[in-house]
């Protein structure tokens, strides 16, 4: 049924091809094009990589769409990835300030839109970000990206594709382990890149311009665009689009739609923007969101609301323990305790992943569990906010019990103790619970503080 399943999702305007495999895969925005002409700017530079840097390989179409060859194939090499392509993945985020939705430092390659008088004057560009990382190599860790410097609007997609030229020449093509670009970085450094990208762009990057990021959250509810047309982001809890008792999701998202005239837009943190409503239709889409019992306010904590799984078991043959399927029962058994403390509207940023390739960007949270065993998990603590701070081990293999009575009672601390404004991320940090981690480098070599208690 494979071929079905593509062709089905081809003919919708959608494709997977470069969805996977050692190339260029989905470049990532602020995902609301209408909140303002900036938003619309960014979102169609992101879709103008995309297409540059897209393989030009005529195999999808021959073998998946059944496509005759001499219609489906180009005739050319790849001009850019060649025979061997890349050494493995390479993945481009873009961010417009204040907000971090995307997880701007997570990236291969990232670019931070400097916005002056409401026009975007340029990016800065950030090199060498990753998550993924093997339990008990230290050799091998989650990396912020740099920041390598500052391009024009015009370079930009120069830039993008010979940074991704320049992993394709030197990143690591004999341990997969150590192929991403973050190595490639780690190991060579940021003058030798900066140095590299010019001599291949005939450019040097300018020196990069301040920016301020604020938060790596979703922005949830209503909100308003440029043109007075409203939006609305719903939550779904980890991407999982499904009707249940008493929350019809699927249902009511599909009626929305029979009526909506805006976009979907699908979001970074696994959610839904039903953006460009008009001011005459928001009371029809809030009065369904209200039938459907799937309005961000009726059953959401400020944890839930900041929650996120990857998908893991049994879908996942990677995945060491349940994530998906356990993070909404985790957080439910934690529900009194945010109750009890006036914590349940507290935006604090909790992931899980089933493994240590962090595909739901756990070491970003100020709250993480990653997968080592059925039933055990690593906890990680003190991930700033807005997404430029990693998080640090705080206890290792360990089970349902140990994680809720560890989170229970770090959650009191919080809750008397805090700064007015202060997140738990900083908190925890504040308070030694778990240092600050330097540097990616460090992440599987520092002792936890509760080790060296």
């Known amino acids: 049924n494979l071929r079905r399943h593509i062709q089905s999702i081809v003919a919708a305007g959608l494709d997977t091809i470069a969805a996977c495999g050692d190339d260029n895969r989905n470049v990532i925005c602020s995902a609301n094009p209408l909140l303002s002409p900036v938003h619309a700017e960014v979102s169609d530079l992101a879709q103008r990589i995309g297409r540059h840097l897209l393989p030009r390989t005529g195999a999808y179409r021959e073998i998946l769409l059944e496509q005759p060859a001499e219609s489906a194939s180009t005739g050319e090499e790849e001009p850019l990835y060649g025979r061997t392509y890349l050494p493995r993945k390479f993945k481009i985020a873009l961010a417009i ?18 916005v002056e008088d409401g026009r975007i004057a340029g990016y800065n560009v950030l090199v060498g970000g990753g998550m993924g990382m093997t339990h008990k190599v230290p050799a091998t860790f989650p990396r912020l990206s740099d920041v390598a410097g500052f391009c024009l609007p015009e370079q930009v997609i120069t830039v993008a594709e010979h940074t991704m030229l320049i992993q394709r020449d030197y990143g690591n093509r004999k341990d997969r382990s150590h192929a991403r670009f973050k190595y490639t970085i780690e190991d060579r450094g940021l003058d030798w890149f900066r140095a590299e990208l010019a001599q291949r762009t005939g450019f040097a990057l300018q020196p990069a311009r301040e920016f301020a990021l604020e938060s790596s959250s979703e922005r949830y509810g209503w909100y308003q665009g440029f043109d ?12 999982r689009v499904a009707d249940r008792p008493g929350y019809e999701l699927m249902t009511g998202l599909r009626e929305i739609a029979r009526v909506h005239t805006g976009v979907f837009a699908l979001t970074t943190n696994q959610n839904i923007t039903i953006a460009g409503i008009p001011e005459g239709e928001r009371a029809r889409i809030e009065a369904l969101l209200q039938k459907y019992g799937i309005a961000n306010e009726i059953s959401s904590t400020g944890l839930r609301l900041h929650s996120m799984a990857c998908v893991a078991l049994p879908t996942c043959g990677l995945a060491m323990a349940e994530s998906e399927r356990y993070l909404p029962t985790l957080i439910s058994k934690l529900g009194s305790t945010l109750e009890e403390l006036g914590l349940e509207n507290a935006p604090i940023t909790m992931r899980m992943s089933g493994c240590p390739n962090g595909c739901s960007r756990p070491y970003l949270a100020e709250i993480a569990l990653v997968g080592k065993g059925p039933g055990k998990y690593n906890l990680y603590l003190g991930a700033s906010a807005n997404g430029d701070r990693l998080n640090a081990l705080h206890l290792e293999n360990v089970g349902e019990e140990r994680i809720l009575e560890t989170l229970r009672t770090l959650l009191r601390k919080y809750a008397k103790e805090r700064h007015d404004g202060e997140r738990f991320g900083d908190f925890v940090v504040r308070a030694g619970v778990v240092p600050a981690m330097p540097a990616g480098r460090d992440f599987q070599r520092l002792p936890t503080l509760a080790e060296s208690a």
């Open 228 to 239: 007075g047309r409203w939006d609305y982001t719903l939550f779904i809890e980890n991407g």
């Open 97 to 114: 300030p204040p907000h971090n939705d995307i997880d701007v430092f997570a990236h291969d390659l990232g670019f931070i839109a400097i």
